[in-house]
């Protein structure tokens, strides 16, 4: 049994209360080596001693899987459980015992989980790697259950799921109709989390993240092809402004902070953070910061801070 098999088993043990995860850990193992069959198709009749070669192969195919799949349940459950089961023959009669132990009929569980994946909403500040391999865990508990999500809606309902300082994100890849699978999702979400990380804002407006997102796929009407966002890292809320150029991003600056400081009655007067190298900041954007007292802050284009 290779380390990660061994890891993977340890990560969520059966100990009956997370039968669900426990099932969906289990058939994720079982589906890699290719034993999954074992729970699904019955054993092959033992063949006799004039069999041919085909009829054999299956036989002894079977007979390896079921007892590797054995192990594999076995050594991922609790050591009471693993007592209880060990003297069962195939792996397919020891899930029946645990199904008829803790799981709930598919009916209640499938509508509890679907339930969850409709509902959940990730907590502003946590992290959003373990918010999306939560719900990665969930689809996979609701397709167990009979309830399979194709993987443009899975996500869908983890944009959906964003709380409001991944406006941006979720704007840029409205805008741009950006399709994603569940990898390449992950991977620009931790991404996004990154660039706005760092030193947290102890007041409104002290501190101001601005994106200015590569051009559109599409051009919107009125000749827009880029967005720029404001975030105010103290409340997390963000301001998205069609653009034509990005020479017009000074323009929009002062107009969002004209706009929230009317709003809030405060003044934007410390930093300005940009994850994108500062490229559009010509010297009147430059000046015009110096002149109200505001820090620009850049860091390297497409690397986190």
């Known amino acids: 049994m290779n380390s990660s098999i061994v890891q993977l088993l340890a990560s969520e043990k059966l100990n009956g209360d997370n039968y669900a995860a426990w099932k969906s850990n289990l058939n994720t193992i079982l589906d890699v080596g290719d034993l999954r069959f074992v729970l699904t198709g019955k054993c092959p009749q033992t063949p006799a001693s004039n069999a041919n070669r085909t009829s054999r192969k299956a036989y002894d195919r079977w007979i390896k899987a079921n007892e590797k799949a054995r192990v594999y349940i076995l050594a991922s459950m609790s050591d009471v459980l693993a007592k209880k089961h060990k003297s069962l023959a195939t792996a397919k009669e020891i899930m029946d015992s645990l199904k008829g132990m803790f799981g709930q009929p598919e009916l ?18 946590t992290s959003i790697r373990e918010h999306v391999l939560d719900m990665m865990m969930h689809f996979n508990i609701a397709e167990v259950n009979g309830s399979v999500i194709d993987e443009g809606n899975q996500v869908s309902f983890i944009l959906e799921s964003l709380p409001k300082s991944f406006i941006p994100f979720q704007t840029n890849v409205s805008l741009n109709k950006i399709e994603f699978n569940l990898t390449t999702l992950l991977n620009e979400l931790q991404r996004f989390q990154n660039l706005t990380k760092g030193l947290r804002a102890k007041t409104p407006l002290e501190l101001i993240h601005l994106d200015l997102c590569e051009p559109m796929n599409v051009k919107a009407q009125g000749g827009y092809e880029y967005f720029i966002s404001f975030i105010d890292d103290y409340s997390r809320y963000g301001h998205v402004y069609l653009i034509q150029n990005k020479s017009d991003s000074f323009e929009k600056f002062k107009e969002y902070k004209a706009e929230v400081e009317n709003e809030s009655g405060k003044t934007i007067n410390s930093t300005l953070r940009s994850d994108r190298g500062g490229k559009y900041m010509d010297l009147r954007f430059q000046d015009y910061l110096i002149e109200h007292g505001i820090q620009s802050q850049l860091s390297a284009p497409s690397t986190p801070q």
């Not at 499938?110 to 994946?117: E, L, P, Q, R, S």
Request: hydrophobic share 35%; aromatic share 12%.
């Open 108 to 125: 209640f569980l499938g509508h509890d989980v679907i339930k969850y994946i409709h509902t959940k909403q990730m907590k502003e500040g």
